[in-house]
């Protein structure tokens, strides 16, 4: 969703985030997106026919609820890279734990990490004081370089075209409880990072002014 009107806050942060994603790319530096999505997890009742000559698939319409889980995605695009963790929650301390598991276990000999999330309030540097003491918060911060897409404007971080690729690939599909959810989402993972599957990006913060100049409250 883009705001209807002028909107001098959008388009500082998006342009924030464009001239980002126009940088040379910098393995001492990596790029990072990082979304989150839920999954509705619902067993069948009954067990579903699976496909056979001249058969196709078929599950019964009634199944059972057995919660959600949430899936925290990061992936850096330019290298091919995405890793997701299934929690069972998406507090700000599950935020914060699955930034730090970035700095020391995925990304650990890098200077410096450049992450790019959304707006959430769970987002935010002050979940990894909720999350860790002082000192291991102030650790983790020194590590990422944070930039934030706009309000209204999440279309803007790359990893939701991984969560889409995700959804479509990988979840659209009945899964009854959080272990064969890992299962599934590893089997997806493991497939996705050996083809190194990358994101190509065409919108430049010169794209925006012409093609969304009305948001830009002085525009030529």
Not at 20 to 47: M, N, Q, S
Not at 163 to 170: G, K, P, Y
Not at 187 to 203: D, G, I, K, L
């Given at each position: ?18 001239a980002v994603y126009a940088r040379p790319i910098d393995p001492r ?131 939701e075209l991984e969560l889409s690729v995700l959804a479509r690939q ?15 989402v590893a089997a997806w993972v493991a497939t996705r990072n050996a ?26």
């Amino acid at each position: 969703m883009i705001p209807p009107q002028t909107n001098a806050a959008f388009v500082a942060a998006m342009e924030d985030v464009l001239a980002v994603y126009a940088r040379p790319i910098d393995p001492r530096r990596p790029l990072v997106c990082f979304d989150e999505a839920g999954k509705d997890l619902k067993a069948h009742t009954r067990p579903p026919q699976s496909t056979a000559p001249g058969r196709v698939g078929r599950e019964d319409s009634h199944y059972a609820r057995a919660g959600s889980r949430n899936l925290f995605l990061a992936c850096a695009p330019h290298l091919g890279w995405r890793q997701i963790l299934v929690t069972e929650h998406r507090t700000a301390v599950d935020f914060a734990y699955a930034v730090q598991a970035l700095v020391d276990h995925q990304f650990p000999q890098a200077v410096r990490i450049v992450l790019v999330t959304d707006n959430l309030n769970t987002h935010r540097p002050a979940a990894l004081y909720q999350a860790f003491p002082p000192a291991e918060a102030w650790r983790i911060l020194n590590r990422i370089e944070w930039h934030y897409t706009p309000t209204h404007g999440s279309w803007l971080n790359m990893a939701e075209l991984e969560l889409s690729v995700l959804a479509r690939q990988c979840l659209a599909r009945r899964i009854p409880d959080q272990a064969a959810l890992e299962t599934e989402v590893a089997a997806w993972v493991a497939t996705r990072n050996a083809e190194r599957c990358t994101t190509s990006w065409r919108f430049t913060k010169e794209a925006a002014r012409t093609r969304l100049s009305w948001l830009y409250p002085c525009h030529e």
